[in-house]
């Protein structure tokens, strides 16, 4: 994800959550990039943000932009201001993602507790404008995670491609649009819609109902072990743990771990479960280390 603010070519509009939620088109197997549609799992899901979009350094990024502009923000260290956005967002999320509470609403108590964390006090009004500011910033420097996209398009047509996130339908519709990665997502369940946020098992077994694929022939890729790690090993699923900023590993469970979608041939290995250690790799192997 390492582009500025310019715009991505306009594609066509993608399936409606409706549609991409309802039906699944199987496509024939196209015969490229290494490996065939057989050795591939059934469906592979993909979390949304910091797995595919880039939020963390979009987020980080959009920080720095205001921090220039609104001086009590420069009482505090990007670093500083970063971290205690992630810990409100990560507070007040959850209500967002199942709709008992408006994104806008929550973006600017979170503006407001900015502030107070800098020694300013913000009125309602005054934390929607800053709100809204970032907002706007946020939205010129999205990115995607750099290799995301192309993976995609690798396994597009030979695998059944699937996302399962945490947040608004129309906040994530928007977003693959705006990636461009429409043609290649088969399948969008989100929070928003099923009523339960990731690690909630039922999130992902929607994902496995609406392919007609059992858990033994999926996999799961995403960043945050607590949500896709767990939550897909709950659901049978195994997963594969994006691990991009090379955290420690929580627990000592057999989890293939990749830290970047480059080279995608050994993504595509990853996915395949090559060089897992030491055990078969498989859902249970792992669930069992839990």
């Known amino acids: 994800m390492a582009r500025g603010a310019g715009r991505h070519p306009r594609r ?3 399936r409606s ?16 990039n290494d490996c065939s549609k057989a050795d591939l799992p059934r469906l592979v899901l993909f979390d949304m943000d910091d797995t595919i979009f880039d939020h963390t350094k979009t987020c980080r990024a959009a920080i720095t932009r205001v921090r220039r502009e609104r001086r ?5 260290s990007v670093s500083q201001l970063s971290d205690e956005y992630q810990r409100l967002l990560a507070a007040t999320h959850p209500e967002v993602a199942v709709g008992r509470r408006a994104a806008g609403d929550a973006r600017a108590e979170r503006w407001r507790e900015i502030a107070s964390f800098c020694g300013t006090a913000l009125d309602p009004r005054a934390a929607t404008e800053l709100s809204d500011e970032y907002r706007a910033i946020y939205q010129s420097l999205r990115r995607p995670i750099d290799g995301a996209p192309e993976f995609l398009r690798r396994l597009h047509g030979r695998t059944l491609i699937g996302i399962v996130t ?19 997502v088969d399948l969008l369940v989100v929070s928003g819609e099923v009523g339960v946020t990731k690690p909630d098992p039922m999130i992902f077994r929607t994902a496995l109902k609406r392919a007609s694929v059992e858990p033994g022939q999926a996999v799961m890729i995403g960043d945050s072990w607590e949500n896709d790690v767990r939550g897909s090993l709950g659901a049978g699923i195994r997963p594969v743990w994006f691990n991009r900023f090379r955290l420690p590993r929580p627990e000592p469970v057999p989890v293939v771990e990749i830290a970047s979608f480059r080279p995608l041939r050994a993504v595509e290995q990853a996915v395949l479960g090559a060089g897992t250690p030491a055990d078969d790799g ?7 280390a839990l």
Do not use: D
Request: aromatic letters at 4%.
């Open 282 to 288: 498989s859902a249970a192997a792992a669930a069992r």
């Open 12 to 14: 066509p509009a993608a």
């Open 72 to 76: 009590f923000l420069r009482h505090r």
């Open 166 to 184: 945490n947040n608004e339908v129309a906040e994530q519709e928007e977003k693959i649009r705006y990636l461009g990665i429409e043609r290649s």
């Open 17 to 32: 959550t409706a549609q991409r939620s309802c039906s699944v088109t199987l496509r024939p197997a196209v015969g490229r």
